[in-house]
């Protein structure tokens, strides 16, 4: 069987709806021999999950999803194999936490002047999760009444740019490669097709970048093709990833796009 990995997925540690395990379990029933959980700015998933991995002949490596901006625009970080237990990596995921619990009031305050009267506990109770963000606010919001689905939520109230969208605090590229090279970890900028084209992308790249997500799970060939010649032309490596959320976002399934062993095994060196 041809080695395929899965480099870019998202559990219950941030806003997936599986389990790390779950995870685990799901990609030996879709085939693959490598997988990459990607948490938003957490990876709470490691070192524990290596082992369930290991235990039943899946190879992993460490991964995370950094959220940082350029120019007041978002942009995402993946980092792949760092030491899981570095102190510094570790406090910098907590700085997260503390930059979304400010932002996620902001947006509380905004929605309850729209008219929708969100509880700040039960947001939080709401999962295991330390890292709550806008899907988990969609999903209450939808609970309760306010929306009809989680897209209508993003649309009308969430969504970059709509009307209670709020950045809140930020971190830069520059610092978030650097905590990623510190604990030993490889960047490689996520989804590229969701930024502001292509200029803007190389923008991003200047920064100093192992690789780009070249191969995204709910694109076409044709739609992938101009990240592979822009790594190729840059010299960056290429990875590829789903992005599985789970059944709550309609994105690709675990597995729609992969890396071969070549790349896989680069990223665990
Ligand atoms: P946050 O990290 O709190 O800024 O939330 C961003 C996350 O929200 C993204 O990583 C996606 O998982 C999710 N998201 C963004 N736009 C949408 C959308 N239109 N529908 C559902 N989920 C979305
Ligand atoms: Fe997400
Ligand atoms: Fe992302
Ligand atoms: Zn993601």
Redesign the pocket.
């Given at each position: 069987m041809t080695f395929r990995a899965d480099l870019h997925c998202h559990s219950t540690c941030s806003?997936g709806s599986l389990t790390p395990n779950e995870l685990v379990d799901l990609a030996i029933k879709k085939g693959l021999q490598g997988l990459s959980i990607t948490d938003?700015d957490a990876f709470d998933a490691y070192p524990e999950v290596l082992n369930y991995a290991t235990q039943n002949g899946l190879k992993m490596v460490t991964g995370v999803e950094f959220?940082a901006s350029l120019n007041g625009k978002s942009v995402h970080i993946l980092g792949y194999g760092f030491d899981p237990q570095n102190k510094e990596l570790k406090a910098f995921s907590g700085r997260h936490r503390d930059r979304r619990i400010a932002r996620n009031r902001e947006l509380l305050e905004k929605l309850l002047k729209e008219g929708i009267p969100l509880d700040e506990n039960e947001l939080y109770a709401s999962a295991s999760s330390r890292m709550i963000?806008?899907?988990h606010i969609?999903l209450l919001m939808v609970k309760h009444g306010f929306v009809k689905d989680?897209?209508t939520a993003?649309?009308k109230y969430l969504?970059d740019g709509a009307k209670c969208y709020v950045p809140g605090p930020q971190f830069t590229i520059e610092e978030t490669l650097d905590h990623l090279r510190r604990a030993g970890g490889k960047p490689v900028l996520a989804h590229p097709h969701l930024y502001d084209g292509k200029k803007f992308v190389k923008k991003i790249l200047d920064k100093g970048f192992w690789g780009m997500e070249c191969n995204y799970g709910s694109l076409t060939i044709p739609q992938n093709a101009p990240w592979h010649s822009l790594a190729a032309e840059l010299g960056l490596h290429k990875t590829a990833g789903s992005d599985y959320?789970g059944p709550y976002?309609t994105n690709a399934e675990l597995g729609a796009s992969f890396v071969s062993e070549e790349v896989f095994t680069l990223l665990s060196t």
């Amino acid at each position: 069987m041809t080695f395929r990995a899965d480099l870019h997925c998202h559990s219950t540690c941030s806003d997936g709806s599986l389990t790390p395990n779950e995870l685990v379990d799901l990609a030996i029933k879709k085939g693959l021999q490598g997988l990459s959980i990607t948490d938003h700015d957490a990876f709470d998933a490691y070192p524990e999950v290596l082992n369930y991995a290991t235990q039943n002949g899946l190879k992993m490596v460490t991964g995370v999803e950094f959220s940082a901006s350029l120019n007041g625009k978002s942009v995402h970080i993946l980092g792949y194999g760092f030491d899981p237990q570095n102190k510094e990596l570790k406090a910098f995921s907590g700085r997260h936490r503390d930059r979304r619990i400010a932002r996620n009031r902001e947006l509380l305050e905004k929605l309850l002047k729209e008219g929708i009267p969100l509880d700040e506990n039960e947001l939080y109770a709401s999962a295991s999760s330390r890292m709550i963000g806008r899907p988990h606010i969609a999903l209450l919001m939808v609970k309760h009444g306010f929306v009809k689905d989680v897209r209508t939520a993003f649309k009308k109230y969430l969504g970059d740019g709509a009307k209670c969208y709020v950045p809140g605090p930020q971190f830069t590229i520059e610092e978030t490669l650097d905590h990623l090279r510190r604990a030993g970890g490889k960047p490689v900028l996520a989804h590229p097709h969701l930024y502001d084209g292509k200029k803007f992308v190389k923008k991003i790249l200047d920064k100093g970048f192992w690789g780009m997500e070249c191969n995204y799970g709910s694109l076409t060939i044709p739609q992938n093709a101009p990240w592979h010649s822009l790594a190729a032309e840059l010299g960056l490596h290429k990875t590829a990833g789903s992005d599985y959320h789970g059944p709550y976002k309609t994105n690709a399934e675990l597995g729609a796009s992969f890396v071969s062993e070549e790349v896989f095994t680069l990223l665990s060196t």
